[in-house]
């Protein structure tokens, strides 16, 4: 089989990429979001920490 | 081993070992997932009704087995922490809703990308289409009954009681292509004395379906510890966590 034909999945390319493309966004979008609301926890925390000690 | 379960009930020793289990569990299902994805797309036979769409297979099925499990994890938290009042359970259970909804959407949508070639149009109104589009929605009722309640363990009871409720979806899209003639094909692998597919696309199929729950167990137990922290934020080991002396 060639890369080519590879590609083309006996024609229904549009149909398989798409739902293996999607499955990718929805288990990379599942690990960001905890890491990016860590952050910004830990930002927010932080914040409240410099704010209590200048009082 | 009551004593083990008492510790592990500890918010900081929770935390602690959930973030040792995540990169195992997290490099393990990439491993497993790209295994999984390579056999079913290159090595996998193309199959002799339906060509190479077949292929969606490995996407589509592990993730409606995904929707459903993780929502009977959900509802059994969510019973756990309402009975007993475990923090940790409500926190399972919640950090559980986000990922059940986005693998239901991604059936929801894979299986329609799978039916526009096969049957010839996007969406029909079938027992098993319709049932798991209520999945969604109980999911989506889940998260935003949790998110419009300010106190959070009266916003934990509350949405457990919903996802309780909402178990009596299971069976039915479980049962719905016996039950009832749909258009979606009934079960193939799930008959254990003999499934009723080629082994050598059965393979990369379960081992999809492993590498998925080992991805549930990474990225639930990661929300799980920001929930946590988000929580007991006023409390010392946080503190100390985030600004160590």
Known sequence: MSFQ??????????????????????????????????????????????????? | MMRFIHRLASPKYFYDVAGRIVPWAGWGALILILVGAYWGLVEAPADYQQ???FRIIYVHVPAAWMSLFIYVVMAAAGAIGLVWRIKL?????????PIGASFTFLALVTGSLWGKPMWGTWWVWDARLTSELILL???????????????????SRAAAILAIVGVVNIPIIHYSVEWWNTLHQGPTVTKLDKPSIAPE?????????????????????????????????????????????
Not at chain 1, 17 to 25: E, I, N, P
Not at chain 2, 89 to 97: G, L, M, T, W
Request: proline content about 2%.
């Open chain 2, 201 to 245: 696309m059965l393979w990369p199929l379960l081992i999809m379906a492993v590498g998925f729950q080992l991805y549930y167990v990474a990225t639930v137990l990661m929300r799980a510890r920001v929930e946590l922290l988000e929580r007991e934020r006023n409390s010392r080991w946080v503190q100390e966590l985030v600004q160590p002396r």
């Open chain 2, 89 to 97: 359970a409500e926190i399972i259970a919640i950090a559980s809703a």
């Open chain 1, 5 to 55: 034909e590879f590609l083309h999945m006996g024609g229904y390319a549009a149909y398989v990429w798409t739902s293996y493309a999607l499955a990718l966004v929805v288990l990379i979008a599942n690990v960001v979001q905890p890491l990016l609301q860590r952050r910004r926890l830990f930002a927010a925390l932080a914040r409240k920490r410099r704010r209590s000690a200048r009082n």
């Open chain 2, 51 to 53: 060509g190479d769409s």
């Open chain 2, 137 to 155: 929605f109980l999911y989506l009722g889940v998260m935003a009954l949790y998110g419009a309640v300010e106190d959070k363990r009266m916003a």
